[in-house]
């Protein structure tokens, strides 16, 4: 039956995408063989990134203690050697969200190439579009767990404040030599977005557009469209959804299609929320809605956050409203 397999035979436009997309055992032809490769040594590291960030306690009690005691040698010690180990961990995921960052660009370029179109990429490219949700699932799923986690922020901000006082008095601690002030610039900025691994996906994806001067933007925001539509059928559609194995793919298929949608909306000129977008917003939230509220409460905060600028027509109000 294959790994795509054809589940509507006409009516596109009105009822969805004519393929299911098998999110569970789509594997690699010898066409898609090197850029699977490439892409599956960056998500192999996926997981143990996720378990690390999940595992990731701060060390607060450390910190506080030195600042109430600031003369206290012993405990200033003690909090920088709490923070330093902490800090190489926020560097790992800084550096892992740069490869992931290539790995997007590889799966774009393969799934937006001319002379096929989105659907026809999804039907020869199957398991190129398992590795781009899976992106997109990790994606989420970190930035998730960063949003709940105000100790990356605390530990990071101790860690750049010890580092200019010592600076100040002409000490250079040994932990710079890991993390020295460039890095540190850049890992500030990577931590203070409220999602910094969508924030990274979605400047790639931008500048990916940008830098293909002769590919039509449509070609990728059309690959981001049509995968979104693809999830949205089969998160709504019971007999699709019967043929999930794996009771964890329903929450992999709306992170997919939440991740999409952030994608579709920072590249596409208009946005993804407007009268004239090809996702069916509508569709969309009314999926999420309809799940137990604890599973997609984070999904539609992420929308939410991806709403602060729209305007207030019509189209935007109804969209707020509906993601209350």
Not at 285 to 299: C, F, M, R
């Amino acid at each position: 039956m294959g790994n795509l397999l054809k589940v509507l035979a006409c009516a596109e436009l009105e009822h969805g995408p004519i393929v299911f997309l098998d999110f569970e055992h789509a594997q690699p032809t010898e066409a898609e063989t090197a850029v699977w490769n490439q892409v599956s040594a960056v998500l192999e590291e996926a997981h143990g990134i996720l378990a690390e960030l999940q595992s990731y306690n701060g060390a607060g009690q450390e910190i506080r203690e030195a600042i109430q005691n600031p003369n206290d040698l012993q405990l200033q010690e003690k909090a920088w050697n709490a923070v330093c180990p902490l800090v190489a961990k926020l560097k790992r995921f800084y550096e892992f969200s740069l490869r992931l960052e290539n790995a997007l660009r590889s799966l774009l370029e393969a799934l937006t190439s001319p002379p096929y179109a989105p659907m026809q990429h999804l039907e020869r490219e199957q398991a190129l579009a398992k590795q781009f949700a899976e992106i997109l699932h990790f994606t989420l799923s970190f930035d998730e767990l960063k949003m709940t986690n105000p100790a990356i922020q605390n530990d990071f901000s101790y860690y750049r404040r010890t580092i200019s006082r010592n600076r100040l008095n002409n000490q250079q601690l040994e932990a710079e030599n890991e993390v020295n002030n460039e890095m540190a610039n850049r890992m500030s900025l990577f931590y203070a977005e409220a999602t910094p691994m969508l924030k990274t996906l979605s400047n790639a994806t931008t500048k990916f557009v940008s830098e293909n001067k002769t590919l039509p933007i449509e070609d990728t925001t059309d690959c981001l469209s049509t995968m979104a539509c693809v999830c949205r059928v089969m998160l709504e559609t019971p007999e699709y959804r019967c043929r999930f194995t794996n009771t964890d793919t329903m929450l992999f298929c709306m992170r997919v299609m939440v991740g999409v949608i952030i994608l579709y909306d920072h590249v596409h000129p208009v946005g993804a929320f407007a009268k004239t977008s090809k996702i069916d917003m509508k569709g969309c939230i009314k999926v999420l809605k309809e799940q137990p509220s604890n599973s997609v409460e984070g999904l539609l905060n992420a929308l939410r956050y991806t709403t602060r600028h729209l305007n207030d027509d019509s189209t935007s109000k109804q969209i707020r409203a509906l993601l209350q």
